[in-house]
């Protein structure tokens, strides 16, 4: 069972920047497609961004085109999301996923999933 450990949450302001973090249990890059989600209070959780198991190709939800930024160190074994602009529509619960198979917006293509980290952006 892969476990997911998210990090790097907390209150900004808008236009400011964070960094989320999120550590494997064990490496999966090379096999798992990984993704970040978020859920505002009230909402369905929402797609982010994802990114193949190569690395090779990244995918955004429009509204975050442009501002937020998935990547991977692969020597670290963590996946990031720089978020950058940061707007209160942002504000959620954020989520890493990873999944077998092909990446995906669908959150039921991913089988492991971390605690979530809160973000919040004050106006």
């Known amino acids: 069972q892969v476990q997911l450990v998210e990090s790097g949450g907390g209150l900004v302001q808008t236009g400011d920047s964070l960094r989320l973090s999120c550590a494997p249990s064990e490496r999966t890059f090379s096999t798992y497609a990984m993704a970040w989600f978020r859920q505002a209070p009230g909402k369905e959780r929402e797609f982010v961004a994802a990114m193949t198991s190569s690395g090779g190709r990244t995918y955004y939800t429009d509204s975050v085109k442009g501002r937020l930024t998935i990547s991977r160190d692969t020597a670290k074994n963590t996946l990031y999301l720089q978020m950058n602009s940061l707007k209160p529509e942002d504000t959620a619960v954020y989520y890493c996923?990873?999944?077998?198979?092909?990446?995906?917006?669908?959150?039921?293509?991913?089988?492991?999933w971390g605690q979530g980290t809160q973000v919040t952006v004050s106006s």
């Open positions: 996923a990873a999944g077998v198979g092909m990446v995906s917006a669908d959150y039921r293509a991913y089988q492991h």
